[in-house]
């Protein structure tokens, strides 16, 4: 573990903090004709075009039951996953300016992670074995490899049972274009997001989606491509993430895969396409560039054993719609109407989705909890408004109620609950407080709850290393995801909330700041949409002639 490394990610941390006296260094103004293009392709590639999904099979509340392999991967199947997991939902369009929404959340809609698809098999004889970009606007995939004999043969060996991997990658200008030095902190939360999308994607197809763990960030970056700077050239750099892996079994996966496992692979590849650029011109964020650096995953990640899952105390049969619809319907909310409210059985469906178990989506990110949530309750029924704490890792609360150094706040298990849920603050209003730390935005006040996520931030770093940093930030963007499409399915919506005074909460909780033990890393709120009446809407991929 390098401490030079670990240094680096703190002063970054700290830098990339906004307080109520400063936020984090970024542009000040926004140079929209440098917007960076949201859709990245690779031109001279192969196209193949893909279904779509259909709905009608699977109901929500399914979404967090195991998958079961069918006998083989389809080109249908694919499809729907790519579509469900990272492809579009909407257009949008108001005064002549027009945007696409995807299924998969980002922040600002700048959408900084980009798809790819590792074929171990043909799935058919235009569809070769070989690496894929997934490009969302045209719901196609562009061919970037195709392994020969050699290749197939030891990919298989180094996986066997798994049909296909797909990679997550980062462009991290995306969203340093608007956000600056805060920037990489956005793109992990997109990974989480993403990779949240994903696997309830890949259940709609009932294919189960895990973490490929000891895949290293120079494997990950060899087999996608994204280390080929000739194919990249003028083109903005993407970073890797992760892999996922369809099927198999965890227990098979190689424990460690670096690039030097993949050589012969690499060998037997031959490449096509050139990435496109997304913006003409490019701001320098050195402390972006010095997180990104220190932060890569280097080792593989340590992952647990996941608990069997507790069955959710179930909503009214209302709550569970269709689930492609439900992910299809996702939306962010940007104003809240302030009387909206969750009732006590999706509330308590709420707290058993946000706890992790062996079934999607966290299979998919299977490493030890680390993010325990603070709740701002305002409008849940049978329950008094306050602040609460959902404790999701191993003693987490034994180790907050001994940190949390602030008279005004109490400690007391809350009783009825099958989730460790704790009483910080009984019958008091803390909109005020919520719409203080969150910027000052009033969306966190106007919901039925406000969420901080508080992550075991210095334990986790010292544990796992600097690639934690990372991981921390995924964890709360898979969190994310399932506060969203919970909210989508309770006839309500939600809204991440990436600003936010990092300190202050801090302080108003009574957390040391030197000490840096726990940090807020992602806020969330939960309640009724107000619709912009002004905006006007369109089908996804109504502009494909097919």
């Not at 998969?104 to 590792?118: A, K, Q, R």
């Not at 049972?161 to 990489?184: D, N, T």
């Not at 334990?459 to 898979?478: H, K, M, V």
């Amino acid at each position: 573990m390098s401490h030079a490394d670990l240094a680096t990610i703190r002063h970054y941390h700290r830098l990339s903090k906004h307080l109520p006296e400063r936020y984090a260094p970024g542009p000040g103004q926004l140079d929209w004709k440098n917007q960076p293009n949201p859709f990245r392709r690779f031109a001279g590639s192969t196209l193949l075009p893909l279904p779509m999904a259909r709905h009608g099979g699977l109901r929500y509340r399914q979404l967090y039951t195991p998958a079961t392999a069918p006998q083989a991967l389809t080109l249908e199947a694919l499809g729907a996953l790519l579509e469900l997991g990272l492809g579009l939902s909407a257009w949008k369009e108001i005064d002549g300016s027009r945007w696409a929404l995807r299924n998969n959340p980002s922040s600002g809609n700048l959408h900084p992670t980009e798809g790819y698809v590792v074929l171990l098999q043909a799935l058919s004889p235009d569809m070769p074995a070989g690496v894929y970009h997934y490009a969302p606007h045209e719901h196609t995939l562009e061919q970037r490899a195709i392994f020969g004999a050699a290749a197939i043969a030891e990919l298989q060996a180094l996986l066997p049972g798994i049909p296909a991997l797909l990679g997550l990658s980062s462009v991290h200008w995306r969203e340093a274009w608007k956000y600056g030095e805060r920037a990489f902190r956005y793109c992990q939360h997109d990974v989480g997001h993403a990779t949240a999308a994903l696997a309830f994607a890949a259940r709609t197809v009932d294919w189960p989606l895990h973490l490929l763990y000891g895949a290293d960030d120079n494997a990950i970056a060899a087999l996608l491509g994204l280390d080929r700077n000739a194919d990249f050239a003028d083109a903005e750099h993407e970073a890797p993430d992760l892999l996922l892996a369809l099927g198999g079994d965890p227990d098979d996966y190689p424990e460690r895969l670096g690039i030097s496992h993949l050589q012969a692979v690499l060998a037997d590849s031959r490449w096509q396409g050139q990435a496109n650029q997304l913006s003409p011109q490019h701001v320098a964020w050195h402390a972006l560039q010095q997180v990104a650096e220190a932060s890569q995953q280097m080792g593989g990640w340590p992952t647990v054993r996941l608990p069997a899952a507790v069955a959710a105390e179930a909503a009214s049969t209302d709550d569970n719609p269709d689930a492609v619809m439900t992910i299809r319907l996702r939306r962010s909310a940007v104003s809240m109407d302030g009387s909206s409210r969750l009732t006590q059985s999706q509330f308590r469906e709420l707290l058993q989705r946000l706890m992790p178990a062996d079934t999607p989506p966290w299979q998919a990110l299977p490493l030890p909890p680390a993010v325990s949530l603070l709740l701002f309750v305002h409008h849940v029924q049978d329950l008094a408004p306050g602040l609460y704490l959902l404790a999701r890792g191993k003693h987490h609360a034994e180790r907050l109620q001994q940190q949390l150094r602030t008279p005004h706040l109490g400690w007391q298990a809350v009783p009825g609950y099958n989730v460790p849920l704790f009483c910080l603050s009984h019958n008091t209003d803390w909109r005020d407080a919520a719409q203080l730390v969150s910027c000052r935005q009033e969306i966190a006040a106007d919901g039925a709850l406000a969420v901080a996520m508080l992550a075991d931030f210095d334990a986790t770093l010292s544990d796992i290393g600097p690639g934690a940093y990372r991981s921390l930030f995924w964890e709360c963007g898979l969190l994310g995801q399932i506060l969203y499409l919970q909210a989508e399915a309770a006839g309500l919506s939600g809204t991440g909330i990436g600003c936010f005074y990092d300190d202050l909460l801090h302080r108003i909780i009574g957390l040391d700041l030197e000490e840096e033990q726990w940090q807020s890393l992602y806020h969330f709120t939960i309640g009724g949409r107000e619709e912009d009446r002004r905006l006007r809407s369109s089908a996804a991929y109504a502009h494909l002639q097919r």
